[in-house]
């Protein structure tokens, strides 16, 4: 955890991506995603805080890491309650929004940290989430979010659902990772009839692997268990998740484990 936090403050500073060549993380110095990346970190940090005693040397890194990283958070928050991408990017994509509500929800249950002049995170959820529910989403038919919005309103939409990334998992991770309303249920609902039969029963690869867990959060999120538990089974039977490339998936995967587990 150490680690991670002097690497968040590195990229903090200079807004830095991160390349792994080889065993060594060497800087690209070009700019990575400034808004949704340090809106993971609170997420971390209110689970940790959560079963750790407040004094613990852990809970008090990880706390005083919370201000810094809402502030490279919130360097391109635009007045409309959206985020773009990074300084010098005009796009505020919705995955990335999606991240940015989580984290302020997050960040507004961690206690301890300074909020010395500093804006209250549960507003900015609040104005994150009305953002992405209005300007981000279009209601003609099929009603959907669309992949996201430059600031002078220009749009990028779905162009004809045919792709995995960024159309149809971006759906399923604002189904998932927002709160559950009619708007989504309607939504997933449409993604159910169109595209749910195409996941195999048995997992075979990460791509396959990847959207199972997109599923199953979304499935979770909305209640519908019978859906979630069959994907979960899926997940578990599928004996190469440790080699995962993409290791962020199995993080996914475990949400998705714990929530069951949870209910």
């Known amino acids: 955890m150490d680690y991670l936090v002097c690497r968040l403050s590195e990229c903090r500073r200079h807004h830095l991506r991160f390349l792994r060549p080889s065993k060594n993380w060497t800087p690209t110095y070009d700019y990575d995603s400034t808004n949704s990346y340090p809106s993971t970190f609170p997420e971390v940090t209110q689970k940790v805080v959560l079963y750790t005693p407040a004094d613990h040397p852990v809970t008090?890194?990880?706390?005083?890491?919370?201000?810094?990283?809402?502030?490279?958070q919130q360097l391109t928050l635009q007045s409309n309650g959206l985020t773009l991408a990074k300084p010098g990017y005009d796009f505020a994509y919705l995955e990335d929004n999606v991240e940015v509500y989580r984290g302020m929800v997050a960040a507004a249950n961690i206690p301890g940290w300074d909020r010395t002049g500093r804006s209250d995170p549960e507003e900015q959820t609040e104005d994150t989430r009305y953002a992405i529910e209005t300007l981000l989403f279009k209601t003609r038919t099929p009603a959907h979010y669309v992949?996201?919005?430059?600031?002078?309103?220009?749009?990028?939409?779905?162009?004809?659902?045919?792709?995995?990334?960024p159309e149809q998992q971006s759906q399923l991770m604002a189904i998932a990772w927002l709160p559950s309303n009619a708007d989504r249920i309607n939504l997933y609902t449409y993604m159910k009839s169109r595209f749910y039969r195409a996941l195999p029963v048995r997992i075979t690869n990460e791509t396959q692997f990847d959207q199972t867990v997109w599923w199953a959060m979304a499935a979770q999120n909305l209640g519908n268990i019978p859906v979630g538990r069959q994907?979960?089974?899926?997940?578990?039977?599928?004996?190469?998740?440790?080699?995962?490339?993409?290791?962020?998936?199995?993080?996914?995967?475990?949400?998705?484990?714990?929530?069951?587990?949870?209910?």
């Open 60 to 72: 008090q890194m990880l706390t005083q890491a919370v201000p810094g990283l809402l502030y490279t």
């Open 231 to 263: 994907l979960i089974d899926r997940l578990i039977a599928y004996k190469s998740a440790a080699a995962l490339y993409n290791v962020g998936l199995n993080g996914h995967a475990c949400r998705v484990l714990a929530d069951a587990i949870g209910k």
């Open 147 to 165: 992949i996201g919005m430059a600031s002078d309103g220009t749009i990028e939409d779905i162009a004809n659902w045919k792709r995995w990334y």
